[in-house]
Structures are given as structure tokens and as C-alpha cells.
């Protein structure tokens, strides 16, 4: 069975600290790992991994993925308030197109 | 905004009614997805349509059906309703000319079953 796991699966932290969030996953046909951002309402995008070892980065967001130890990694450096939402990371599947989820991260940046 | 839309934003209804939710993918994609999101499942894929066919099934209940009609909006039935169908309900969409499947979420619908 396709799987994705995330943790922690809370974190509660001050601003500006840096907070690393973590994905792994065991899937029969991997083709992409996808973080989205959820606050109240709909996931927002924030990175696309499709090759190893390569670093995106956005603003003080950064993630990398281990195709090799199936994990991805989330950084978030000098947090702040507006950060505080739940961090979902996905693996698309290349059989089917369909995005697998974790459970997510609730992160909570308290000022 | 991602560009997606769904309505209602809300529903309340009873146990063994059905009801429809409907979504309209962004402007040129061609794919719609479906998601179920409850507290202690996350968020569960259903189903997949891509310029109008059935492209990939998840974890979608024989009482849930849903279809992609020619302008590409789609909807999503739910019938029989018992009151663990309460979730909120999610319709993503991608652009199929992209090699890589990053899909945008609408704003979702939230339906309680009382």
C-alpha cells in the first residue's frame, strides 16, 4: 500500500526560529513529491521535487528530496505568525497521476 | 486565489439524502481531481477525470459518483449520506501539457450530515 508519512506531526514554535519538517514515503511507482501549505481553507502550493538532491528554495522556504532514503525535507527559517498552518507534503504516483497524502504537520509559530 | 472554484461552500443535510458538489477546474486544464478531507483521515484521494473520462480511482464509496462534462466543470454526487460522509470536500486541477502534476486546490465545501 502506498504510503506517506510526515512528522512531527505538531510543532510549536517562536518566531524566528527554524523549524524542519519531515516527509518520507514508500510508493510503488514514484514521480513527484509536492509540499502544499493548508490554513483555513485550500492547500496551497509551495514546491515540486521530481530529482534528487536538488534544493528549491522560496523566499525562507526551502525543500530537498532523498530518492535514495525516500524522504523529503521542509525548511522554514526566521518563522513568523503568518507561517503557522498545516504543511502537507504528497507523492504523485506515475501509474495514476493521483497524489498521495500525509497526515500533515500542524506548525504553530506563537510571537 | 488558485483559479478553482466550487460551490457550495457549504452544506448541511440529512442522513440518506444526496447531493451535489460541483467545481470548475481553472482556466485550460483539462484535469479535475476529487478529495475527501476528515479530521482523522486527511486528505484522501477519490477520483481523477481528465477532459472528460474517468482517469484514476482512489478510495472513492459506490454511493459517491462523479462526472467531468464537456465545458470541463465537474460534479461530484454523493448519495445515501451517513454522517461519516461529513468532510470537507476538495476538486483540484492541473494542466495535462505540463509533465508534472502540480495541482491547484479550490476552496472546498464543507458538508455536515446531521
Known amino acids: 500500500e502506498d504510503k506517506v508519512v510526515q512528522s512531527p506531526l505538531s510543532l510549536v514554535v517562536h518566531e524566528g526560529d527554524t523549524v524542519t519538517l519531515n516527509c518520507s514515503y514508500e510508493v510503488t511507482n514514484f514521480r513527484s513529491l509536492l509540499w502544499y501549505k493548508q490554513e483555513k481553507k485550500a492547500p496551497t502550493f509551495l514546491f515540486m521535487l521530481?530529482?534528487?538532491?536538488i534544493e528549491k528554495k522560496s523566499g525562507r522556504l526551502s525543500s530537498i528530496l532523498d530518492k535514495k532514503e525516500l524522504f523529503s525535507i521542509l525548511n522554514i527559517t526566521a518563522t513568523q505568525t503568518g507561517d503557522s498552518a498545516v504543511y502537507l507534503c504528497a507523492v504523485e504516483l506515475a501509474s495514476s497521476e493521483k497524489l498521495v497524502f500525509g497526515k500533515g504537520t500542524k506548525l504553530t509559530v506563537n510571537p | 486565489d488558485s483559479g478553482v472554484t466550487q460551490t457550495p461552500k457549504h452544506l448541511i443535510t440529512a442522513t440518506g439524502q444526496r447531493v451535489t458538489l460541483r467545481c470548475s477546474p481553472r482556466s485550460g486544464d483539462l484535469s479535475v481531481y476529487w478529495y475527501q478531507q476528515s479530521l482523522d483521515q486527511g486528505l484522501q484521494f477519490l477520483i481523477q477525470?481528465?477532459?472528460?473520462?474517468?482517469?484514476a480511482k482512489g478510495n472513492i464509496l459506490e454511493r459517491f459518483s462523479a462526472q467531468q462534462f464537456p465545458d470541463l466543470h465537474s460534479e461530484l454526487n454523493l448519495s445515501s449520506l451517513e454522517l461519516g460522509d461529513s468532510a470537507l470536500y476538495f476538486c483540484a486541477s492541473s494542466a495535462r501539457d505540463s509533465p508534472y502534476n502540480e495541482q491547484f486546490f479550490g476552496p472546498g465545501t464543507r458538508l455536515t450530515v446531521l
Open positions: 521530481t530529482s534528487s538532491g
Open positions: 477525470y481528465y477532459n472528460g473520462e474517468e482517469r
